[in-house]
């Protein structure tokens, strides 16, 4: 595999932004010094787990009973991706008869139910991350819109339990594009934001961590493929390649 070489010792491969650096026999607590990062926020919604197909459905079959039926494309860009909602919906239609507070209970509803009746999978390399991290002395949290409760409950049905991986859910908090779910993150990590990194895979998400000032990357989502931020620290094709950037 061919590697294009930078300044600063960065190199970018498989499309995917790594910091090389020379291999030593430095001790756990050398390479927490040395690291740019010591904490890591992960999104959840299509980060760490294949919630977003749910997350439609839910919404779908609760714009369904005042019968407007959400185009599935559609609801992917505007509301997944830009996170524009069911008041996004409601404008773009002229679908001034629906209650906007009224639908989104109705949808909480449903993913609550579809998240008892089927566990969505976590991603591919999703527990070895978490798990990885936090054994190499990174401190994790996971910041999500999602409530705390639901992401819980995923986890323990996918056979995950670390208590060292920190759970902060939008049930608290104004949800992304807001920072304010980045920024309890960064509160209970209690470390400077710009020893963190955030990793999304929305607009929304981008937003928020703008917001917040907390550097982010992006991993790259089969529903967004050409989402590419600028700023961003780097798009990575994996979640085991935003590992091998971080620990490498």
Known sequence: MTSSFLPNSICVE???LFILKRTSNKTLADQQTTRRYCGVIFDFDGTLADTEPLYYRA????????GH??????YYHCWSL???GSKGEIERYSLHHIDPDKVKTLARDNYRRLVQEETPPLMPYAKEILTN???TGFKVVIASNTRRDLISHILRNTEFNDSRVHIIGGDMYAPKPAPDIFLAAVDYLGIDKRQCLILEDTDKGVRAARAAGIDF????SP??????????????????SFYAFLTG
Not at 59 to 64: I, L, T
Not at 69 to 74: K, R, S, V
């Open 14 to 16: 498989s499309g995917a």
């Open 59 to 66: 919404n779908r079959d609760a714009f369904k009973q005042f």
């Open 69 to 74: 039926l959400i185009n599935e494309d559609e």
């Open 82 to 84: 830009m996170g524009y």
């Open 133 to 135: 991290l936090c054994q």
């Open 217 to 220: 990357a992006v991993i790259h």
């Open 223 to 240: 529903l967004y493929a050409d989402f590419h931020p600028d700023d961003a620290i780097g798009k990575f094709s994996s979640l085991k």
